[in-house]
């Protein structure tokens, strides 16, 4: 008969997760990466999923990249779905067309990161959890629409993405 597996070694055998909010905390609704992972460090979260505050610097990603087997990254995307549509998805799943010269709200886009990750052969497996804005203007606070969005977007990190981990 098999040793039951100790709290510590099933901790262990868990893939190390990174959730991480990225956004530009004054461009109204590209902060609310940043939003939704403040309101989930205020949850108790497993031992292996660490909540990191990304900001706007696309190439630091990467380093955060190479410590993890999962990241999940929380951002606003223009998919051109309405404001306030939520959608998860893998890095996998979707075409991740690098912007070619173009600079997005973060100056160096997501797709731009994710495809220099895999050049440099970084590649965990990436979720993507994002939301479509409703502006992206100056200014440092999120839309009322967004902002009550957020909940909602915690909640699908919490009950879809992390369970999977």
């Known amino acids: 008969m098999g040793v039951p597996l100790s709290n510590t070694a099933n901790t262990m055998k868990q ?3 990174f959730v991480i909010g990225v956004g530009n905390k004054f461009r109204s609704d590209d902060a609310v990466g940043l939003a939704v992972a403040a309101h989930l460090r205020e949850h108790d979260l497993p031992p ?3 909540v990191i505050e990304g900001g706007t610097d696309e190439f630091g990603l ?3 990249f190479k410590r993890a087997e999962h990241v999940v990254i929380i951002d606003a995307l223009s998919t051109g779905k309405p404001p306030g549509t939520i959608s998860t998805f893998t890095a996998d799943e979707v075409d991740m067309v690098p912007t070619s010269g173009n600079v997005g709200l973060h100056g ?3 797709a731009d ?3 220099l990750a895999r050049a440099l052969c970084v590649s965990p497996k990436i979720t ?3 939301i479509e804005p409703q502006s992206t203007e100056l200014g440092g606070h999120l839309t009322p629409l967004i902002a009550s969005k957020v909940p ?3 909640q699908t990190v919490l009950s879809r993405v992390i369970p999977d981990i």
């Open 15 to 17: 893939k190390k997760c």
């Open 108 to 110: 160096f886009g997501l």
């Open 128 to 130: 993507i959890v994002g």
């Open 62 to 64: 990467i380093e955060h």
């Open 48 to 50: 292996h999923v660490k």
């Open 113 to 115: 990161t994710i495809a």
């Open 152 to 154: 909602a977007l915690v």
